[in-house]
């Protein structure tokens, strides 16, 4: 079945340390891929998003993620994590199906950065 | 860059009423929009694609005839909750696509009682 997998439920830091969640999905054809954060009590915010060219793609606030297309994986790191990087994450892939682009979301990984 | 308005932010209805919500994209006009459901420390779910001038498209075991969708414009999509019960409380999220990408409204939390 078509999906968007986040393998880490919740995930709790340091400060300073690194991170990275994974995503992955099994849709075929060509897809868009993005990464989104829900702060407590807010909506959701945009932090990088890969259409095409270089599959490393450089968001806000430090984060980047890396598209491997042979490992139908777009994983999101960040090389130092602050107390302030505590919220949920998103993964989600714009995908054609049903002859409709739809944008599906992956189950979300919690971050929680202790200080 | 797009702005997408939702109204109400929160709503609090008596089961077996009816909640409109309103989903405006404020300066660009979006053919296609999506709602989305979000409950307690879940995912978003697709609902529907709201395509105006047309039908919405629902997803797999949403039903059309609970969660009415009207795209009358190309700034203007509501989701009307009929008929609501406890177990509709949610967080209820639309989306619209323009040259930004997905923009997103703030959300509106329907709390049924």
């Known amino acids: 079945a078509q999906s968007v997998s986040q393998h880490n439920h919740h995930v709790i830091l340091s400060e300073a340390a690194s991170l990275e969640l994974g995503c992955n999905y099994s849709?075929?054809?060509?897809?868009?891929l993005f990464w989104y954060v829900q702060y407590p009590g807010q909506h959701l915010q945009l932090l990088l998003k890969?259409?095409?060219?270089?599959?490393l793609v450089k968001g806000i606030k430090g984060f980047e993620a890396e598209f491997i297309k042979s490992k139908f994986s777009f994983n999101l790191r960040k090389p130092s994590v602050q107390w302030s990087d505590t919220a949920e994450y998103f993964c989600?892939?714009?995908?054609?199906?049903?002859?409709?682009?739809?944008?599906?979301f992956g189950s979300g990984t919690r971050l929680l950065v202790r200080p | 860059g797009a702005v997408v308005s939702q109204h109400p932010s929160r709503v609090i209805c008596k089961s077996g009423t009816s909640v409109k919500i309103e989903c405006r994209s404020l300066?660009?006009?979006?053919?296609?929009m999506f709602w989305y459901r979000q409950f307690p420390k879940q995912s978003l779910m697709l609902m529907a694609t709201?395509?105006?001038?047309?039908?919405?498209?629902?997803e797999q075991g949403v039903e059309k005839d609970k969660f009415l969708i009207n795209h009358a414009s190309l700034t203007l999509s509501t989701l009307t909750v009929t008929s609501a019960h406890p177990e509709d409380s949610s967080f209820y999220i639309c989306?619209?696509?323009?040259?930004?990408?997905?923009?997103f409204g703030s959300g509106t939390r329907l709390t049924v009682v």
């Open positions: 989306s619209a696509f323009s040259l930004s990408g997905y923009t």
């Open positions: 849709y075929g054809g060509t897809v868009n």
């Open positions: 890969y259409f095409s060219g270089d599959p």
């Open positions: 989600a892939v714009n995908a054609r199906m049903d002859s409709s682009y739809k944008l599906i």
């Open positions: 300066d660009f006009q979006a053919t296609t």
């Open positions: 709201s395509n105006e001038g047309s039908k919405a498209t629902y």
